[in-house]
């Protein structure tokens, strides 16, 4: 009877000695090694939801910005005018009032070619001007300096914009010349994210009989 008694006694002894320190050293190792990878994935997902909600908002970006520029050129009903290959001025006349839209490409500092700021993507800008009160004595816009803006806070017409060039042309074909009746409006925009570049060419068909000027009394006679 006390021989049973002992051995039931080793027995539990044996049931209850738990983990020895290398079962827990390796235990540790498995968790920590399933642990890293579990995080390593988490990462790469997210990263790759990030980027396709970048690319996304991108391609989203680029149908709305040409939608809402292609919609500023066809409802223009006095003229048009590029200063520049990097921005467009629309004239209209809005309640009895001489509007001049300028819709342009707000090109970062560039700090040499291919450098950092050259690199980055900038917007697309908007703001009106007021033409109601202009120097009866320079009616001929060759700046902005003097132009009184119809709302102070310029807004942003389309994000991730990395080159904006438009170019008029009158019906001919050809590229107008102050004066002239435009036809047609091409513009190029191109937009980037995560190192990939979108190009949008786009061609608008002007509907409205207006003048490619820069000059009011030509404009507006």
Known sequence: MLMHRAVKITKNKKLNKGFSLVELIVSMAI???????????????????????????????????????????????????????SEIWLFNTVSGHKIMTRIYFDKPASDGEGG????????????????????ETS??????????????????????????SIKLYDKKGNEVVDGSVPGKVVADISYKANEK???????????????????IDAIYE
């Open 116 to 135: 950092e700021a050259a690199s980055k993507a900038s917007v697309m800008k908007y703001e009106e001007y007021n033409l109601d009160n202009l120097d």
């Open 31 to 85: 968790l920590a090694i399933v642990g890293a990878a579990i995080i390593a994935f988490f990462s790469i997902a997210m990263v790759q939801y990030k980027n396709n909600t970048n690319e996304t908002n991108v391609q989203t970006e680029s149908r709305m910005a040409w939608k809402r520029l292609e919609s500023n050129i066809l409802q223009t009903t006095d003229g048009i005018w590029a200063p520049n290959e």
């Open 139 to 164: 009616k001929v816009i060759k700046s902005l300096d003097g132009l009184s803006k119809v709302d102070n806070e310029t807004q942003v017409f389309a994000n991730f914009v990395t080159n904006f």
């Open 197 to 215: 570049t979108y190009e949008s060419n786009n061609i608008v068909a002007i509907r409205n009989d207006i003048v490619a000027s820069n000059n």
